[in-house]
């Protein structure tokens, strides 16, 4: 089955200092990628999804990259603000035979972004 | 819209005895699902269901039971409760099986 590993599983930095946060999975027949924060005491929160055929995807101050062939993604955070500290989450999903996406998550990266 | 509600919020309960998680949705999703929360351990799948009367085990299942009777709602029984049971539960519904999946606030559930 999918094994999705996350980096690092600590992250501090400044304000205004940019944070990135990457993944890799294992199944090579994965096609979505997203990316959930978590704040304290709430259920993780979509803030960024990609599928397999586009290689970069932006939002505002968050960005996120895929490479197919190395089979890894990562999440770029610009000008952080002290209200990106979070948990963030990242998982590969495939269609299952179902027709359904079934999620696979990464171990999470907590931040803190430091005023 | 409310989203998906789950109750309780908080939990204790003795060793060996049962509970049943409760998870409501109102957004008209085929696909429910429930997690748990551990320490270093992501988010890691107990069951599925794509749709009423259907349900599936997930990556960790056992000492888990759900049923799907109807599209709103998808409770999660634990049928004799172990201290390794102890974690934060949360049931996430999605469109169709696909793309993005809403999260309940979870449930702190401690096994004593």
């Known amino acids: 089955g999918e094994n999705v590993e996350q980096h690092p599983s600590t992250l501090s930095v400044q304000e205004g200092d940019s944070a990135v946060i990457k993944c890799t999975y294992s199944d090579s027949a994965s096609n979505y990628f997203p990316w959930y924060k978590q704040e304290l005491g709430k259920g993780p929160q979509l803030i960024i999804d990609?599928?397999?055929?586009?290689g970069e995807k932006k939002d505002q101050r968050i960005a996120v990259t895929l490479n197919k062939t190395a089979k890894h993604f990562s999440l770029h955070i610009t000008e952080t603000q002290p209200e990106d500290s979070a948990v963030y989450f990242c998982?590969?999903?495939?269609?299952?035979?179902?027709?359904?996406?079934?999620?696979?998550f990464g171990k999470g990266t907590k931040l803190t972004v430091n005023p | 819209n409310a989203g998906v509600t789950q109750t309780p919020k908080f939990q204790v309960l003795k060793t060996g005895q049962s509970m049943t998680l409760q998870c409501a949705q109102d957004?008209?999703?085929?696909?429910m699902s429930w997690y748990r929360q551990d320490p270093g351990m992501g988010l890691r799948l107990i069951h599925y269901s794509v749709g009423a009367g259907i349900t599936d085990q997930g990556e960790v299942p056992n000492g888990y039971n759900v049923s799907r009777s109807t599209t709103e709602d998808f409770p999660l029984r634990l049928l004799s409760a172990a201290p390794s049971q102890t974690s934060v539960y949360f049931c996430a519904s999605r469109r169709g099986g696909r793309g993005e999946a809403f999260f309940g606030q979870g449930t702190r559930l401690t096994v004593v």
């Open positions: 998982a590969a999903s495939r269609i299952t035979q179902g027709g359904s996406e079934k999620l696979v």
């Open positions: 957004m008209n999703h085929e696909y």
């Open positions: 990609i599928r397999s055929n586009v």
